[in-house]
């Protein structure tokens, strides 16, 4: 008998660079297309993790869409790569007419928030509609950090450490709280539904930046055994050939250091840092853990490509380029995966084949 398998999906944070996990999972969509299996995203994979713009791909693609039919996801990957290429541009639109204009009411307006969320949420309630997270087609994790209570959020349809329900929320104010990266958007104001209560919060990329560890732990709560578990985790890519001078960070002070025109290095070097000490513990403990499979695809950028808020159509084109490039290095990972996929989905329908059968006699 087939070893039954349970698949999750961990995207890493990276603003405007989730472009690129979405390529790349395009393109497994392609090569499963090619081999006969024609299922949305969340009925291959068991269970979805995300941070910041990793939360709002994996939500789009485990959300119902509002008023849509039964099993339909809130958003394809051609809707969701429409919005990184085309609508992320209204998003990451920078108005110094609006900063002047809060200037009046708040003297400190200028070392505001660079971005308004406004456009943002608009497009998260179309989307997302008020479903909340407990309607999700799969199993899903999105990071987010509490600025008031001052811990780590883990926002989830799955189980707690008791076996309880976890608290619940809306999506589109799930996906508001792990996008709210600092100095780019205000801290997101959300609804606890279970609690009757709102939360303050910030980006989960503060904190877990790749929350692939956190994915194995949801698992583990849900009971799934190790042998059992199947991790694909995607980075957004980074620019190791993007430096931050000592000659020039020496007299950046409080402000340069979050000044988004230098790429608001501070938050630039937390994420860059826990991707890469994430992504070496998941290597290492998962070695450790042999009966765990765990596949990691990331690769470099062009210098200029990190800056989290790039949307202009010269960047789009340009980690669009960075894509193909990760796409055509791990090809044969890539293909190992989709007969992965398929033979997990060959194995479902012949199981429930033979239960009906079985149930009949």
Same mark, same amino acid.
């Given at each position: 008998?087939?070893?039954?398998?349970?698949?999750?999906?961990?995207?890493?944070?990276?603003?405007?660079?989730?472009?690129?996990?979405?390529? %790349?999972? =395009?393109?497994?969509?392609?090569?499963?297309?090619?081999?006969?299996?024609?299922? +949305?995203?969340?009925?291959?994979?068991?269970?979805?993790?995300?941070?910041?713009?990793?939360?709002?791909?994996?939500?789009?693609?485990?959300?119902?869409? +509002?008023?849509?039919?039964?099993?339909?996801?809130?958003?394809?990957?051609?809707?969701?790569?429409?919005?990184?290429?085309?609508?992320?541009?209204?998003?990451?639109?920078?108005?110094?007419? !609006?900063?002047?204009?809060?200037?009046?009411?708040? $003297?400190?307006?200028?070392?505001?928030?660079?971005?308004?969320?406004? $456009?943002?949420?608009?497009?998260?309630?179309?989307?997302?509609?008020?479903?909340?997270?407990?309607?999700?087609?799969?199993?899903?994790?999105?990071?987010?950090?509490?600025?008031?209570?001052?811990?780590?959020?883990?926002?989830?349809?799955?189980?707690?450490?008791?076996?309880?329900?976890?608290?619940?929320?809306?999506?589109?104010?799930?996906?508001?709280?792990?996008?709210?990266? +600092?100095?780019?958007?205000?801290?997101?104001?959300?609804?606890?539904?279970?609690?009757?209560?709102?939360?303050?919060?910030?980006?989960?990329?503060?904190?877990?930046?790749?929350?692939?560890? !956190?994915?194995?732990? =949801?698992?583990?709560?849900?009971?799934?055994?190790?042998?059992?578990?199947?991790? %694909?985790?995607?980075?957004?890519?980074?620019?190791?050939?993007? $430096?931050?001078?000592? =000659?020039?960070?020496?007299?950046?002070?409080?402000?340069?250091?979050?000044?988004?025109?230098?790429?608001?290095?501070?938050?630039?070097?937390?994420?860059?840092?826990?991707?890469?000490?994430?992504?070496?513990?998941?290597?290492?403990?998962?070695?450790?853990? +042999?009966?765990?499979?765990?596949?990691?695809?990331?690769?470099?950028?062009?210098?200029?490509?990190?800056?989290?808020?790039?949307?202009?159509?010269?960047?789009?084109?340009?980690?669009?380029?960075?894509?193909?490039?990760? %796409?055509?290095?791990?090809?044969?990972?890539?293909?190992?995966?989709?007969?992965?996929?398929?033979?997990?989905?060959?194995?479902?329908?012949?199981?429930?084949?033979? !239960?009906?059968?079985?149930? !009949?006699?």
């Amino acid at each position: 008998m087939t070893q039954k398998k349970r698949f999750i999906l961990s995207i890493d944070g990276g603003g405007v660079r989730g472009l690129i996990p979405l390529r %790349i999972l =395009e393109s497994l969509e392609s090569r499963l297309m090619h081999r006969g299996i024609e299922q +949305p995203l969340h009925e291959l994979f068991d269970l979805m993790a995300g941070t910041s713009t990793g939360g709002l791909i994996a939500a789009g693609l485990s959300a119902p869409r +509002p008023g849509g039919t039964n099993g339909d996801a809130a958003a394809t990957i051609s809707e969701l790569r429409s919005f990184y290429e085309c609508e992320a541009r209204e998003i990451f639109s920078y108005s110094i007419s !609006a900063r002047l204009a809060r200037a009046f009411t708040n $003297p400190l307006g200028l070392f505001d928030e660079t971005y308004d969320a406004r $456009p943002l949420e608009k497009l998260l309630k179309e989307r997302f509609g008020w479903t909340s997270m407990a309607s999700g087609l799969c199993k899903l994790v999105l990071t987010a950090y509490d600025i008031e209570q001052r811990k780590a959020v883990f926002m989830t349809n799955g189980l707690e450490e008791n076996g309880s329900r976890p608290d619940d929320y809306y999506f589109w104010q799930a996906v508001r709280a792990t996008t709210a990266a +600092p100095s780019y958007f205000e801290p997101a104001r959300i609804d606890n539904l279970t609690r009757k209560s709102q939360e303050a919060m910030v980006d989960g990329g503060v904190f877990m930046n790749d929350p692939a560890i !956190a994915a194995y732990l =949801e698992a583990r709560k849900l009971g799934w055994d190790e042998d059992e578990i199947v991790i %694909i985790s995607l980075g957004t890519g980074r620019a190791k050939e993007h $430096p931050f001078r000592y =000659e020039d960070a020496v007299g950046w002070g409080a402000l340069g250091w979050m000044q988004p025109s230098k790429g608001v290095p501070i938050l630039s070097i937390f994420s860059d840092g826990q991707t890469q000490t994430a992504s070496y513990q998941a290597t290492h403990l998962f070695n450790e853990v +042999p009966n765990v499979s765990y596949h990691r695809i990331d690769g470099e950028l062009e210098p200029h490509a990190e800056d989290f808020a790039n949307a202009r159509p010269g960047n789009i084109i340009t980690l669009n380029g960075a894509a193909d490039r990760m %796409i055509r290095d791990n090809t044969v990972l890539l293909d190992q995966l989709a007969d992965l996929l398929t033979d997990h989905v060959e194995t479902r329908e012949r199981d429930a084949t033979s !239960a009906v059968l079985g149930h !009949a006699a």
